[in-house]
């Protein structure tokens, strides 16, 4: 399936979403965005998918939000700013959110520039596999702006304030090497879409419904209190532990 500018495939057990904007270093506009979301429910309703692969098609992952384009038509910016209804997001923040939201691990694979709304992209990914020669920039300080793409909460779960404070208020770029050697990457790689597709095929092998249970418990604990994280965890874990001792098979649909 293919819209505009996000295309999505499915092999195996697979899916592959990639940005399709080329020209632009897939600059993200608010229809890309919506179409993210749209892609996301999509593949939300496979329970036969294991996990998604996430790119750019061209020289860049995303080179971020391509502000001219978007502020062309203010009125659709001040419509994407209104919180969707029971998500408790808007359209600028569900086109990242939605990716935490599926119970499949989503895998990021980047090179060339990953930059502002791309970045917050990436990070809203389970795991980030980069390139060599990619890049990385918080660049919303220079349009006079805060990353407001979900990139607060997920800058705070990946790295030190200080170092989220560093990248945001100076909006420089930083290459591969530091940005793993700091918890923004997972990996840096010369192949990082086989590094993903080997991770994909090693979390296929494990019960589908432990991954989702896994990836939704650390996402609604990471930073909360001790007491309301054990109560989450246990609350997370007696519908397998009730599924195991049924007999269900450990790679069974839900």
Known sequence: MSTNHVDLTFEGNRAYVTLDRPDKHNGLTIDMMRE????????????????????????????????????????????????LPWKGTNTFQEACWAWRRLPQPVIAV??????????????????????????FSVMEAKHGLIPD?????????????????????????VDAVYAERIGLVTEVSADPRAAAEKLADRIATRSPQAVASAKQLFDRTWQASVRRTLAIERATQLPLIIRQALGRGTNDRP
């Open 36 to 83: 993210l979301i749209k892609t996301a429910g999509i593949i939300k309703r496979r329970s036969d998918i294991r996990a998604v692969i996430l790119s750019g098609n061209g020289p860049s992952f995303s080179s971020g939000l391509d502000v001219a384009k978007t502020m062309s038509d203010p009125l659709a910016v001040v419509r994407g700013f209104v919180p």
């Open 110 to 135: 980047v090179h060339g520039r990953c930059y502002g709304g791309g970045l917050q992209l990436a990070l809203a990914a389970d795991f980030r596999f980069v390139t060599p020669d990619s890049e």
């Open 149 to 173: 793409m979900t990139g607060a909460a997920t800058l705070s779960r990946l790295i030190g304030i200080d170092q989220a404070l560093l990248l945001t208020m100076t909006a420089d770029p």
